[in-house]
């Protein structure tokens, strides 16, 4: 996956914790109000920053904006890791936290990495392309899991577990994207659900 900082010099420990600070900040704001309404001002004032620490860390907005986009991925992504998904409980388990998530921001947003996708994709080819990637390891990591599952005879033999992985992304991403216009988390439910029941019976059982 490209890195927005792999041609900068290394950071000292306290430029890493600035740099970072201004990351997550940015990615709180740009979530809650996406990329063209927030302002390098807001997020300078957020993550209680100058402007010239900004401007050293992010030469621009573009900038700033793919690193957050790289935030969005590893945190979704080590999220993924953290789930059994070799196993029914931990299938069971990660149904339960996905669902449990959107509740908490009371269907709103939408997908961390998803909505950055929408806003996005047609007006910054390397953006578009980060975004990409991240969806890739997010559905490797999610393949990971169910190919156990499959190599244990607990998903139908005729099941591809990376285009199960692909689908269960689809079904996430429409589901929160319906939760959002509906402000409803039923969309999601039904769709997160569904796919579980048609290819894991098991996981209510």
Not at 5 to 12: A, F, K, N, S, V
Not at 13 to 38: D, F, H, N, Q, S
Not at 122 to 128: F, I, K, M, N
Request: contains cysteine.
């Amino acid at each position: 996956m490209a890195n927005v900082t792999g041609d900068q010099p290394r950071l000292t420990a306290k430029g890493e914790r600035t740099r970072g600070r201004i990351v997550e900040e940015a990615a709180r704001l740009i979530y809650e109000r996406g990329v063209a309404a927030t302002t390098l001002d807001e997020i300078k004032a957020a993550a209680e920053v100058s402007g010239s620490q900004l401007y050293h860390y992010f030469p621009d907005k573009d900038e700033l904006v793919r690193a957050v986009i790289n935030y969005q991925a590893d945190a979704i992504v080590t999220n993924q890791q953290h789930a059994n998904l070799g196993t029914v409980k931990g299938l069971r388990a990660w149904r339960n936290t996905v669902i449990a998530a959107s509740k908490s921001t009371e269907a709103k947003g939408g997908c961390p990495l998803g909505s950055l996708g929408g806003q996005l994709a047609e007006s910054d080819p390397e953006a578009r392309a980060l975004i990409a990637a991240g969806f890739d390891r997010w559905s490797s990591t999610l393949s990971d899991g169910l190919q156990a599952l499959h190599a244990h005879g607990q998903l139908p033999s005729d099941i591809n577990p990376d285009d199960l992985a692909v689908t269960i992304l689809a079904a996430l991403q429409g589901g929160l994207l319906l939760a959002q216009v509906q402000r409803s988390t039923r969309p999601f439910e039904i769709a997160v659900d569904t796919i579980l029941a048609l290819v894991a019976p098991m996981i209510n059982e």
